[in-house]
């Protein structure tokens, strides 16, 4: 492969502009195709095929399709503690309540009132009355001071026309406008959009300030940027000009767009690097010095990104729609990322040329290359090396008790609770809260079917409502739709506690239940979904699943290092790092979003649950990159190693050439994740934190300190691999000794043909001297 990857950057760079154009036309299509068909795609549906929830939701499109959509809340409370029961609020709300039911798409409910149980709710909650008549869907809470207008649409909230959910919005204000009265929306009627905007600037101008330290130069500082954002372009462009095709959430052009600008830089910087020192180091011509960092940094390019891509799209086995989704993008993003570091960066560097290199640092370049020997990156491997217990004893605890805080994770999906107090969703949620119970922020929908010989008439109707709201843990129970053969009914349970409860989740579990008292008189089969219903069953879900994706992880970690180090130890080593590193970003995150800590900094006001589907995904990223870390470092030891620097030696002289270069990789991953932390969105803040953590602590206590400490203990049974699997296993050539090599024979043979025919010029000459 190296050989190959080698005569590719030679064509590339002579050939520069054959490789240029078509990846510029295929950017342009693609931003083309993406500007003109992707407004408007971002969706918050999650499908979750397999699960309760989805199974009833399914049903439920098929036989009652307008009982299927989406809900919504629109919360009235007024300011100035005066009842909304006055004559002038109340028309204003019965006012909104008329023109918002006029519009397209919102589903009629039945009155609040006839279908009250028996006893009315502990929470004092009454429909309110205007003129002597209830208003349809608004409920008032017992002080008068919160009133609550439930909707139904038949569609669900994202798949609504656009503008629907404003319209509804501005209609209430429009209608209430002069009496005093404030309107909320809940978090399902947010407006979604990919949450992109300048922060990931600032993670490109500290990326950038690294590579111009790293690479010593402006021009070659600005190659891996301009790789990166064309990779980004080509990954994130194609999936929004696809998004009428796939569902898109507003996390997955957030995801690709953090994980495609920090390989892609990287990835040209290792080739970047790779290609100037040995302009230095072996005063070679810019293109000779193209092709074999390619064949060289190269093939390690190729590996990295395959272990990212793998570990991307393992997690497309959990079977849930939009997690496939956003895992699938991301990885599209990393094979243009490493399709455009082997192509079109070196036919940058065909253009660039030799000015990649100014005179004056070839001239300068061996001396600066020596001090960079003796500099930091030197002295620090040979204090990992010189006390390896103390360093292997000192990480090992520390990170034991950072993962500490996993013990008391807790998995959710985001919703008003979870959201900064000043933003209108927590507004509306703790309106709703103080009004009338936490449990109206976490309604469930109940799907009933009687078993054969029953009939779900108005007198059974009537008895399994009262059964619902006799439940201890339920607040309120209503009907919201029937067939009118009796065949199936729809009622809003109202639990006493909120959507992350535990409690809520037991409800959930006990109706579900086929032996539930409730579903036994009069027998019925009970359904629940919902949006917290699907919430509970995506934690639930991706919480069974995390173990198993983990262990599949750790298998693949260790056969892919296998093939590359043709080693038994060292897989070893670098699977049991990464399980540390997880486990502590985990505790940190933990502590951080849970427990508060240092949440003013972060930038937010309130603790909730960690995202449910943010552990199984972080490790899943982390993997990849910490495997990328480890393939530049610890080849680089195994270079050195195989060229006669045996044990220590090998050690600190692998380190010597490849740590400075993973810490600036390193530092330009955390610089791009952390650019996202200070975006107001709870759920990419989340994603920018954990990966910036993990990078933090796999790459700068894992791989750079870690693992010198490991291999000086491990010492030469690090390389170490019996004969028997030595034979079988194939060999990936990931160091490029081949291109060696080759190098060395065609060096070898112009030597020959050189010195042939020089010793035939001499013989003719002393010819005619005769």
């Not at 349809?136 to 809470?141: A, D, E, F, I, K």
């Not at 065909?350 to 640092?361: A, H, K, Q, T």
């Amino acid at each position: 492969m190296s050989i190959v990857l080698y005569r590719l950057g030679r064509l590339a760079y002579r050939r520069r502009w054959a490789f240029i154009v078509p990846w510029l036309v295929a950017l342009g299509a693609t931003l083309f195709m993406a500007a003109d068909n992707g407004a408007g795609a971002i969706t918050a549906n999650v499908t979750i095929d397999g699960t309760p929830s989805q199974s009833v939701l399914d049903q439920l499109r098929a036989e009652l399709p307008a009982a299927a959509g989406g809900q919504g809340t629109i919360v009235f409370t007024s300011p100035t503690g005066k009842t909304l029961d006055s004559t002038g609020a109340a028309a204003g709300i019965a006012t909104a309540a008329a023109r918002i039911a006029e519009i397209p798409h919102v589903a009629q409910r039945p009155d609040p009132g006839s279908a009250l149980p028996a006893t009315p709710p502990a929470n004092g909650a009454r429909p309110m009355v205007v003129a002597g008549r209830p208003v349809p869907g608004v409920l008032l809470s017992a002080d008068g001071t919160v009133a609550m207008l439930q909707l139904q649409f038949d569609a669900q909230v994202d798949d609504l026309p656009e503008g629907t959910v404003d319209e509804v919005v501005d209609r209430a204000r429009v209608a209430v406008a002069g009496t005093g009265v404030d309107v909320l929306s809940s978090s399902s009627l947010a407006a979604r959009h990919a949450p992109i905007g300048g922060h990931e600037a600032i993670g490109l101008a500290v990326a950038a300030l690294v590579l111009i330290l790293t690479l010593g130069s402006l021009v070659a500082a600005g190659l891996p940027l301009i790789t990166a954002v064309a990779g980004v372009g080509l990954g994130l462009g194609g999936a929004i000009a696809l998004s009428h095709t796939i569902e898109l959430t507003s996390a997955t052009p957030v995801l690709a767009l953090m994980v495609g600008l920090a390989v892609g830089i990287d990835y040209a910087l290792f080739i970047v690097n790779r290609q100037r020192r040995l302009i230095l180091t072996q005063g070679i011509s810019a293109e000779r010095a193209t092709g074999q960092a390619l064949g060289t940094a190269g093939s390690s390019v190729i590996f990295a990104g395959a272990t990212v891509v793998v570990a991307l799209s393992a997690l497309s086995i959990i079977g849930i729609s939009f997690l496939t989704t956003m895992a699938l993008v991301a990885a599209a993003t990393v094979v243009f990322a490493v399709l455009i570091a082997l192509t079109f960066l070196p036919a940058l560097l065909g253009v660039v040329g030799e000015r990649i290199v100014s005179p004056r640092v070839r001239t300068k370049g061996r001396d600066l290359l020596m001090q960079e020997h003796r500099g930091v990156a030197h002295r620090w491997a040979t204090h990992m090396v010189r006390r390896p217990w103390v360093v292997v004893g000192a990480i090992v605890a520390g990170l034991a008790v950072a993962a500490m805080p996993l013990g008391s994770m807790t998995l959710g999906m985001p919703s008003g609770s979870s959201a900064d107090q000043s933003s209108p969703e927590r507004q509306s949620y703790d309106a709703i809260s103080r009004g009338f119970g936490e449990g109206y922020n976490a309604p469930l929908i109940v799907v009933a079917q009687p078993t054969p010989g029953v009939k779900l008439d108005r007198s059974t109707i009537g008895s399994l409502t009262q059964a619902l709201t006799n439940r201890p843990g339920v607040a309120d129970t209503r009907l919201i739709g029937a067939k009118p053969d009796g065949s199936i009914a729809l009622f809003t349970v109202i639990p006493n506690e909120g959507p992350l409860a535990p409690a809520t989740a037991d409800l959930v579990e006990e109706l579900r239940a086929p032996q539930s008292p409730i579903a036994s008189a009069p027998p019925v089969t009970l359904g629940v979904t919902g949006l917290t219903a699907v919430n509970i069953d995506l934690s639930a879900k991706l919480a069974d699943a995390l173990p198993e994706y983990i262990a599949l992880i750790v298998v693949i970690s260790l056969l892919i290092l296998l093939l590359v180090f043709r080693s038994i130890l060292i897989p070893i080593k670098a699977t049991a790092g990464f399980l540390l590193s997880i486990l502590a970003t985990f505790g940190i995150t933990t502590a951080v979003f849970q427990w508060g800590w240092l949440k003013e900094i972060i930038g937010f006001d309130t603790t909730g649950p960690l995202l449910s589907f943010l552990p199984i995904m972080v490790t899943g990223i982390l993997y990849g990159l910490a495997m990328d870390y480890e393939v530049f470092l610890v080849s680089s030891m195994r270079q050195a190693h195989v060229h006669g620097h045996h044990d220590r030696a090998g050690i600190i002289h692998g380190f010597d050439q490849a740590g400075r270069v993973v810490l600036a990789a390193a530092v330009i991953m955390i610089s791009v994740f952390a650019g996202f932390i200070i975006t107001n969105d709870p759920t990419i803040k989340q994603l920018g934190l954990a990966l910036t953590v993990g990078i933090l602590i796999d790459a700068l206590l894992i791989r750079l300190t870690l693992v010198p400490a490991l291999m000086a203990i491990l010492g030469p049974s690090a390389w170490s691999l019996p004969h028997w699997l030595d034979r079988i296993l194939p060999n990936l050539d990931i160091e490029g000794d081949r291109l060696a090599e080759h190098l060395a024979a065609q060096a070898s043979a112009i030597a020959s043909i050189a010195e042939t025919e020089g010793g035939d010029l001499r013989e003719e000459t002393q010819v005619r001297s005769r």
